[in-house]
């Protein structure tokens, strides 16, 4: 393994394994002498085996030593930090850094699949790593200090993806490490932004990514898909500020490199920047009359993320969404309709056919031929059952659960969604090495024989899952 791969080592392998825990209600004079006697800077507190919370000599000296404390008084559950953050043990060594990074932290708690406390994982776990690895890009990005050094760090992030893919990095690994890092630029942008010209902004809204980026599923991006949420009783001059903010905001994202969306589907704009009841008012529109561009605009933003601000409005929403959609079949349908529509680019004999002219002839527009069939009937069968939350991965597993899925059906279809999802990453760093605009058109000629036959087998599971759905939706009633 590469030395930019070891970034990508489960956690399991890397945690500390032998952690000193305490129980909520023991003296604190007796934390703090088991944490002279092993030598240690924390200490979890545990309660029924379950890890709720965690003390540090940071704690110790800020709570207890400057607030002048008798610690033989003090219990460990009055000064620890709660809840304890946590990570899975089959997470990766990045995905600790983004979280200790988000949270201004150095250590997590490592769980297994129950919650249950496996290890402590801190942030010299990562001091080996290569210098160019996403942990450095993720350093520089958390001190960045203008717009204009997270356009450098952006173009800096799309060479960094370029130079994982050539060692050999998993697709998978690949895309969330490019998710990641599009939340953290944008979060920091945000943070600049308000704190130079809006300190004073209400703190009553919520900045929501949508799409594909609202999955974590957005690789190199070629545009922007993003809303506002905020608080009914907003003042006049809070709401006036906001818009400001949100105009502020947006052009700048745009300096630093993401295009403006072509739809218009920017928090920017009035029509995706409204109120909590506002948008629940926008929502029964669109679910009453599903006409194209309302499965559009409704598609988009059900998959819906806060980036940043309230997550209850965002809670709110989803919540909206899933009862309303209960008594309403008819929008649903017309999502899956929609989803077969792009019929995959495959000929009479199984040959895949390429664009015939214009500037991407010999090409195919990896997203039309099989990603959005796929993901956009996904979303048409998990909300159907109440599945709001998750990437295309977890709906694949939750309507498996559920029994809609057949054990079969499902990885074939995950792994068709893997192959192209694989693909389309390619064609963007392609056109990042030809120093162009990442785009999602794959030029087949690049594509050897092995590869044209996964991306065969690929596009005709994503025909296979059109005519499941065309069954499922009852579609062939549609037009009569």
């Not at 988009?300 to 709110?316: I, K, S």
Request: aromatic content about 6%; overall charge neutral.
């Amino acid at each position: 393994m590469s030395a930019e791969n070891v970034f990508f080592t489960p956690i399991d392998r890397i945690c500390q394994g032998d952690v000193a825990t305490c129980c909520p209600d023991q003296p604190l004079i007796e934390v703090a002498e088991l944490m002279r006697a092993r030598n240690i800077s924390s200490v979890v507190v545990q309660e029924r085996k379950e890890p709720i919370g965690i003390i540090t000599d940071r704690d110790l000296r800020n709570k207890v030593v400057a607030a002048g404390l008798d610690p033989r008084q003090v219990l460990a559950r009055e000064v620890m930090s709660s809840p304890l953050v946590t990570i899975r043990e089959n997470g990766y060594l990045f995905e600790a850094l983004y979280l200790m990074s988000r949270r201004r932290i150095h250590r997590l708690g490592v769980v297994d699949g129950e919650g249950r406390l496996q290890g402590i994982v801190t942030d010299t776990d990562a001091l080996r790593l290569h210098s160019r690895s996403p942990q450095q890009l993720m350093k520089a990005i958390e001190e960045a200090e203008t717009p204009a050094e997270l356009a450098t760090l952006r173009r800096e992030m799309e060479q960094l993806v370029l130079h994982l893919h050539g060692t050999g990095v998993a697709t998978a690994d690949l895309v969330q490490t490019v998710a990641l890092l599009n939340d953290r630029l944008l979060i920091r942008l945000i943070e600049i932004v308000r704190a130079a010209r809006y300190p004073d902004l209400t703190d009553r809204f919520a900045f929501l990514v949508l799409g594909s980026e609202g999955r974590r599923e957005q690789t190199l991006a070629t545009d922007q898909d993003n809303a506002i949420v905020y608080a009914d009783d907003l003042s006049e001059p809070e709401l006036r500020q906001l818009e400001s903010f949100s105009l502020d905001l947006i052009d700048n994202l745009i300096a630093t490199g993401l295009p403006a969306c072509p739809g218009g589907i920017m928090a920017k704009n009035p029509e995706w920047r409204r109120s909590l009841s506002e948008w629940q008012q926008v929502l029964d529109k669109w679910l009453r009359t599903p006409t194209p561009a309302h499965i559009l605009a409704g598609s988009m933003f059900f998959d819906l993320r806060t980036l940043y601000g309230d997550p209850l409005l965002e809670q709110h929403l989803k919540a909206d969404i899933i009862a309303k959609l209960k008594g309403n079949n008819l929008f649903l349908v017309h999502s899956a309709a929609n989803a077969v529509s792009f019929c995959p680019p495959l000929g009479w004999f199984g040959g895949i056919k390429g664009e015939r002219r214009g500037p991407y002839r010999g090409c195919i527009e990896i997203k039309k031929a099989g990603v959005f069939a796929i993901t956009e009937g996904l979303k048409a069968m998990a909300l159907q059952a109440g599945i709001s939350e998750g990437r295309t991965h977890e709906r694949v597993r939750g309507l498996q659960q559920a029994g809609i899925l057949e054990g079969r059906q499902a990885e074939s279809l995950l792994a068709a969604f893997d192959v192209l999802i694989g693909l389309r990453l390619r064609a963007q760093l392609l056109a990042v090495e030809r120093g162009s605009v990442p785009n999602n058109y794959l030029p087949l000629a690049h594509l050897n024989r092995i590869e044209l036959g996964r991306l065969r087998l690929a596009l005709e599971e994503v025909r296979h899952f059109q005519n499941f759905l065309r069954h499922r939706f009852h579609l062939h009633q549609l037009n009569r």
